[in-house]
T-cell receptor
Framework: GNSVTQMEGPVTLSEEAFLTINCTYT??????LFWYVQYPGEGLQLLLK?????DKGSNKGFEATYRKETTSFHLEKGSVQVSDSAVYFC?????????????FGKGTKLSVIP | DTEVTQTPKHLVMGMTNKKSLKCEQH?????MYWYKQKAKKPPELMFV???????INESVPSRFSPECPNSSLLNLHLHALQPEDSALYLC??????????????FGEGSRLTVL
């Protein structure tokens, strides 16, 4: 079956530091890959996505590249802000019977301190 | 309109109560989902409706009863819940299979407390 492994943290960084959250996956076929973010007390928001190998997703200064050869989708940001403090989930999406099945990683809690 | 709207945002209920969670989307999506999320965990899939028919039930106890009255609405009826059912319940929607990129759009969630 499908699985997603991401570094679990928590991760604490100072403002303007560089961020990497590692994510690797196991899947049959060619899934789409996603990073979702969950701010305290809120639902999940899509941060970025990539639908095929070598695609780079980007949004709000965050980037991740779909690497088929290493089955990875690592999240990076060059300079984090306090407002980036949240839980980040890596996920893959597999099509099934008229809908999509998301497989989530366990989540990484990021805290950014001033 | 790219929103999934859930009501209520917070719900407190006793173990003998009957209540419902509601979810609405107007993006023309044909698949809708209920997830349960406990603190510090990823969301866990409960139910999937595809084209208004229940297509996936992840062995959820019968005290949770989903309903999809039409393609825009999804309900979750709650009855005789247990304190361990306290969690954030997330609704999501997506395009039907083969129509989209696999992205699910999530609502803000309904935070349920069972006393």
């Amino acid at each position: 079956g499908n699985s997603v492994t991401q570094m679990e943290g928590p991760v604490t960084l100072s403002e303007e530091a560089f961020l990497t959250i590692n994510c690797t996956y196991t899947a049959t076929g060619y899934p789409s890959l996603f990073w979702y973010v969950q701010y305290p007390g809120e639902g999940l928001q899509l941060l970025l996505k990539a639908t095929k190998a070598d695609d780079k997703g980007s949004n709000k200064g965050f980037e991740a590249t779909y690497r088929k050869e290493t089955t990875s989708f690592h999240l990076e940001k060059g300079s984090v802000q306090v407002s980036d403090s949240a839980v980040y989930f890596c996920a893959l999406s597999d099509q099934t019977a008229g809908s999509y099945q998301l497989t989530f990683g366990k989540g990484t809690k990021l805290s950014v301190i001033p | 309109d790219t929103e999934v709207t859930q009501t209520p945002k917070h719900l407190v209920m006793g173990m003998t109560n009957k209540k419902s969670l509601k979810c609405e989307q107007h993006m023309g999506h044909r698949a809708m989902y209920w997830y349960k999320q406990k603190a510090k965990k990823p969301p866990e899939l409960m139910f999937v409706y595809s084209y208004e028919k229940l297509s996936i039930n992840e062995s959820v106890p019968s005290r949770f009863s989903p309903e999809c009255p039409n393609s825009s609405l999804l309900n979750l009826h709650l009855h005789a819940l247990q304190p361990e059912d306290s969690a954030l319940y997330l609704c999501a929607s997506s395009q039907g299979g083969q129509e989209g990129t696999g992205e699910l759009f999530f609502g803000e969630g309904s935070r349920l407390t069972v006393l």
